[in-house]
């Protein structure tokens, strides 16, 4: 049975697709930096195979794509902020895998990415627009999968903003945040749907401020309640998020609630 690779298959998406293919059947093949083996042998039905490779370099990505019938490719420079990395990652490393994948079986390329990319000016979003673009032009059967921020990420950048007694709030700033399990069931979805070019995009239920998403992070958290400050945040990305930019209003949207998603991860 052909295999279907999952890069950045160890990460919050990876994981939540990983999952999603496992349950549906397929045999599956995670791509990392870490750990693993140089070539892929073969997956079971019991849970992936790593195989070791880097789309910064090009090192394992002959051996990941080999025999696979499709690549959710989510792996990405997100650990960084140097333009330089991200590109290399994520423009230069799926234009390797591509090359990789169309000298192999030629499989179904899968590719998440992010709702308003193209009207915010941020560097990491300039990045994803120019793979989507590599996506595009791959010559390989394809699928673009556009989605709003996570609640992973959303709590996470809470954990940031919330220092001692005080938590910091964007001022005026609106997201919809969507559950990653949800992204990655939507995209195995779309691994058995075959070649959809780009579909419809995929929000969370609620649109919420960032008010209401510290509400429900205190709520969830307990405890003491933080001294709430109201950073009016400068500039073109800040103005562009305030205006409704990282929002897919009337787009399908999943069920779990950021509330659901702190609910239990706190
Ligand atoms: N987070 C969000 O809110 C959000 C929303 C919409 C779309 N997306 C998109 O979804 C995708 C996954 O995001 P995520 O938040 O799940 O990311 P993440 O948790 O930060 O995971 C990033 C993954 O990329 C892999 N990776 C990084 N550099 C690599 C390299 N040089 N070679 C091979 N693998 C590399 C890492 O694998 P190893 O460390 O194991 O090598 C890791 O598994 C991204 O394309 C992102 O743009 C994210």
New binding site residues.
């Given amino acids: 049975m052909a295999e279907v690779l999952v890069?950045?298959?160890?990460?919050?998406?990876?994981r939540a697709v990983v999952a999603a293919l496992l349950s549906r059947g397929h045999l599956v093949r995670v791509?990392?930096?870490?750990g693993g083996e140089s070539s892929p042998g073969a997956a079971d039905a019991d849970g992936p195979r790593t195989v070791r490779?880097?789309?910064?370099s090009g090192a394992g990505l002959t051996e990941a794509v080999a025999g696979t019938e499709a690549i959710v490719h989510?792996?990405?420079?997100?650990?960084t902020l140097r333009r330089r990395t991200q590109r290399e990652?994520d423009v230069a490393?799926t234009r390797r895998l591509a090359a990789a994948a169309r000298a192999a079986s030629r499989p179904h390329l899968v590719y998440?990415?992010?709702v308003g990319i193209d009207g915010l000016p941020l560097a990491y979003y300039r990045t994803?627009s120019a793979a989507e673009t590599e996506v595009e032009r791959s010559e390989l059967p394809w699928t673009i999968l556009r989605?709003?921020?996570?609640h992973?990420?959303l709590l996470m950048a809470l954990g940031g903003l919330h220092r001692g007694p005080l938590l910091f709030l964007p001022r005026g700033f609106r997201f919809q945040p969507v559950d990653?399990g949800e992204v990655g069931e939507r995209l195995a979805e779309l691994v058995d749907a075959g070649p959809g070019g780009r579909v419809g995009d995929l929000g969370g239920p609620e649109e919420l401020s960032a008010d209401e998403i510290a509400e429900r992070y205190l709520g969830a958290r307990g405890g003491s309640r933080p001294w709430i400050v109201r950073v009016a945040v400068p500039g073109r990305m800040a103005r562009a998020v305030r205006g409704g930019g990282l929002l897919c209003r009337g787009c399908a949207a999943g069920a779990v609630s950021f509330g659901d998603f702190v609910g239990r991860a706190l």
């Fill in positions: 890069t950045g298959g160890t990460g919050t998406l990876g791509l990392s930096r870490r490779g880097d789309l910064a989510c792996a990405s420079a997100t650990g990652v490393g998440p990415s992010i994803k989605a709003t921020q996570f992973d990420l990653a």
